[in-house]
C-alpha cells in the first residue's frame, strides 16, 4: 500500500513541477498563424512575422514578450511559400522593419515597414534571375544599423541547388547583384533543409546542410565584408550522416558577443551543439531545433513527438514548454530569451529564464 502512495505521490509532483512551464505559454493573437520568425532589434524590440495561408503578418512587442501589437497585414502573396520551415522571415534596424518571402513561382520578395511612418513598402523581387528560389527557403540576417543580407537557395543556370545571397546597404530598399556563396561539388546542395544567416557588424555567417559523397552535413560559410564574398565553408562536427533523403531539417546558428558562433543540428533522430573545429555535443532527440546565445546562457529549444522542448542552461534538463512544433528562439536582457512557436493555427509564446 506505501508503494502505491509512494507512486501516486511522484506522479503528482511531476505534474506540478510541469505546470509552470505549461501555463506561463500562452496564445500571442487571436488570427491564426503558421512558421513564426522573430528578430530582436538592438533597442529590445520583438519584430515577429507570421503567415496564414497566402496573407503575411507582422507584429511587435516593446517589453521583451509580455504584450504584442494586433498582426498588421503586410501584403497577400500568391503562392506564399508557408510550411516545413517555409514561410517568410524578418529582420530590423531602428530605421526599418524588412520581411522577406517566398511564392511558388520561385520568386523572393522583400518588403519594408518604415517605422517613422508606420506604412510598408511595394514588395520588390531580391533574386535577379526570374523563378529560381523554387524550394521556398529564405534566411534573413540584419546588423541592426541599415544593412541586409538574405539568402536562399537558387537553381539558376543548371537548375541544381546552390546557395546564393544578396546585401542591402540603404535599410531594404534596394538589393545588390545576386551573389553566389556555395556550390556543392557534388552537383547539389540539400534541397529540402532551410539555410540560416546572421549577420555581426560586417560578418555574416551561413549555415546549410550540404550533399557531398551522399553525407547531409551541416556547413557554414563566413563572410568579413558584408556578404560581398565568402570563405569556403567549414563542417560542423565529426560525424557524418549517410542519407538518401532529405531530413527537412536546417537547424540554427547564432553569434555571441566574444566567442564566435554555436550551431545546433540534427543527425538521424540526435541533436547536438557544435562550435567550429570542436567535437559535436549531444543534447537530445528531437528536430527543428533553434538557438540564442546571450552574455552567459545559451538558449536551446526544439520539437519532438508534437511537442515543444526547452533545455534549461543553468541545470542543463530538458522541459516540455507545450504542445505545438517549429520553435524560433532570441535572446533577452537580463539572460532571458523568448520562443515562439506554431500549434495548430495558434502562434504561441513563452518568456524562457536560465534556471526556469
Known sequence: ???????????????FIE??????????????????????????TLDLVFGKGNAIYYSHSEDEGATFSTPMLVDSLTGLHLGVS?????????????????????????YTLNRAKGTWGTRSRVNDIPEVAKEGFNALAGDGEGR?????????????????????TDDGKTWNKNRLVYRSPDSTV??????????????????FRNWISGSRDMYVAHSMDGGQSFQPPQKMGEGTWKLNACPMDGGDLSVGSNDGFITVWRRNNQLYLSRPGE???????????????????TFIV???????????????????????????????????????????????GKVLGRTE
Open 279 to 297: 567535437k559535436e555535443q549531444p543534447i537530445a532527440e528531437g528536430r527543428n531545433a533553434s538557438v540564442a546565445v546571450s552574455s552567459s546562457s
Open 302 to 348: 526544439w520539437h519532438q513527438a508534437g511537442q515543444v522542448w526547452y533545455r534549461v542552461p543553468e541545470k542543463n534538463i530538458s522541459i516540455v514548454l507545450g504542445n505545438g512544433r517549429y520553435p524560433r528562439v532570441v535572446s533577452l536582457s537580463n539572460n532571458q530569451a523568448f520562443c515562439v512557436w506554431e500549434d495548430e493555427g495558434t502562434i504561441r
Open 19 to 44: 505546470l509552470p512551464s505549461t501555463r506561463a505559454q500562452k496564445a500571442l493573437f487571436s488570427t491564426e498563424g503558421r512558421q513564426p520568425a522573430l528578430f530582436v532589434g538592438s533597442d529590445g
Open 86 to 110: 517555409r514561410g517568410p522571415r524578418i529582420a530590423s534596424s531602428r530605421q526599418t522593419v524588412v520581411i522577406t518571402a517566398v511564392d511558388r513561382l520561385g520568386d523572393l520578395y522583400a
Open 148 to 168: 541586409f543580407f538574405v539568402t536562399w537557395l537558387d537553381l539558376r543556370n543548371d537548375k541544381k541547388n546552390k546557395i546564393f545571397g544578396a546585401t542591402s
Open 190 to 207: 540539400c534541397e529540402c533543409c532551410q539555410p540560416t544567416a546572421v549577420m555581426k557588424g560586417s560578418e555574416v555567417y551561413v549555415m
Open 1 to 15: 500500500m506505501n508503494n502505491y502512495k509512494t507512486v501516486f505521490a511522484l506522479i503528482l509532483l511531476s505534474l
